[in-house]
Nanobody, 123 residues
Framework: VQLQASGGGMVQAGGSLRLTCTVSGRTFRSYGWFRQAPGQKREFVAAIVSYSSRKIYYGDSVKGRFTISRDNAKNTLYLEMNSLTPEDTAVYYC??????????????????WGQGTQVTVSS
């Protein structure tokens, strides 16, 4: 299994970026995005899960600004980020796995990770 994240970069506050994560090897029930700023623990951003039905979850700090989506045919995960602020600056990681529902927003729920892509938002 390989996850390859891309799309990070530098943007001014208020701008937008779209992250992409290609997944190869197999499909999973849950795909997520996490981020980690320097000196901070890894933070849940968003997840899209398919158990009995498809559901989407967002971290409180990104609700209403970020949108997670997935192209099943391409096994590719996206994160559309709008209204970015300097507080969104971090390395963003995509993850895939089959966590139980209560672990969907926890990094411990995922065993497969991309390499991370840097997002820097300037004020």
């Amino acid at each position: 299994v390989q996850l390859q994240a891309s799309g990070g970069g530098m943007v001014q506050a208020g701008g937008s970026l779209r992250l992409t994560c290609t997944v190869s090897g197999r499909t999973f029930r849950s795909y997520g995005w996490f981020r980690q700023a320097p000196g901070q623990k890894r933070e849940f951003v968003a997840a899209i899960v398919s158990y009995s039905s498809r559901k989407i979850y967002y971290g409180d700090s990104v609700k209403g600004r970020f949108t997670i989506s997935r192209d099943n045919a391409k096994n590719t995960l996206y994160l559309e980020m709008n209204s970015l602020t300097p507080e969104d600056t971090a390395v963003y990681y995509c993850a895939a796995g089959d966590p139980i529902i209560s672990y969907v927003s926890l990094s411990d729920g995922y065993r497969n990770w991309g390499q991370g892509t840097q997002v820097t938002v300037s004020s």
